[in-house]
């Protein structure tokens, strides 16, 4: 299991390799990749502001993971997360599941992108032509809990 949060770019190439390399008995990995969007609910955004509480962060992110090994048999998981000023169409997160059969890998990987847009204690602020808001859970991450209980 790897977890990062941090303000630097991620090569997802490379952290594929990696994660493809220190396993040799997987079919499958399933990343997804969340960037910044340019527009939420037709204003523009110039960028986006991320923190989070240090420590408590990484707990929660690896709580997460753990629910997922638990569920599913899984080989391996990174999750990079960003924090800081990130510019329109910046990577903000990397979530990837390895496992032996795609399916799995697909599920864990849905589950902990779902966990992370509504447990995980970050926070983003839009910065649009308009002034700044901070962004609370859409009621679409929220229920999209609900399938996993």
Same mark, same amino acid.
């Given at each position: 299991?790897?977890?990062?949060?941090?303000?630097?770019?991620?090569?997802?190439?490379?952290?594929?390799?990696?994660?493809? !390399?220190?396993?040799?008995?997987?079919?499958?990995?399933?990343?997804?990749? =969340? $960037?910044?969007? @340019? #527009?939420?609910?037709?204003?523009?955004?110039?960028?986006?502001?991320?923190?989070?509480?240090?420590?408590?962060?990484?707990?929660?992110?690896?709580?997460?993971?753990?629910?997922?090994?638990?569920?599913?048999?899984?080989?391996?998981?990174?999750?990079?997360?960003?924090?800081?000023?990130?510019?329109?169409? !910046?990577?903000?997160?990397?979530?990837?599941?390895?496992?032996?059969?795609? =399916? $799995?890998?697909? @599920? #864990?990987?849905?589950?902990?992108?779902?966990?992370?847009?509504?447990?995980?204690?970050?926070?983003?602020?839009?910065?649009?032509?308009?002034?700044?808001?901070?962004?609370?859970?859409?009621?679409?991450?929220?229920?999209?809990?609900?399938?996993?209980?």
């Amino acid at each position: 299991m790897k977890i990062a949060i941090q303000t630097a770019d991620f090569d997802v190439s490379a952290e594929l390799a990696a994660l493809r !390399a220190a396993h040799r008995d997987i079919g499958a990995i399933v990343s997804f990749v =969340g $960037t910044v969007r @340019e #527009a939420n609910a037709g204003s523009a955004i110039l960028h986006m502001e991320l923190e989070h509480y240090p420590g408590m962060t990484e707990k929660s992110l690896v709580y997460i993971v753990q629910k997922a090994e638990k569920r599913w048999e899984i080989n391996d998981v990174v999750v990079i997360h960003r924090i800081g000023v990130l510019p329109v169409c !910046a990577q903000i997160v990397l979530v990837a599941v390895a496992s032996k059969h795609r =399916g $799995t890998a697909f @599920e #864990a990987c849905e589950f902990i992108m779902d966990y992370l847009k509504t447990e995980a204690p970050f926070w983003k602020k839009e910065v649009g032509e308009h002034g700044a808001q901070w962004v609370d859970a859409r009621s679409t991450d929220l229920s999209a809990l609900d399938k996993w209980e």
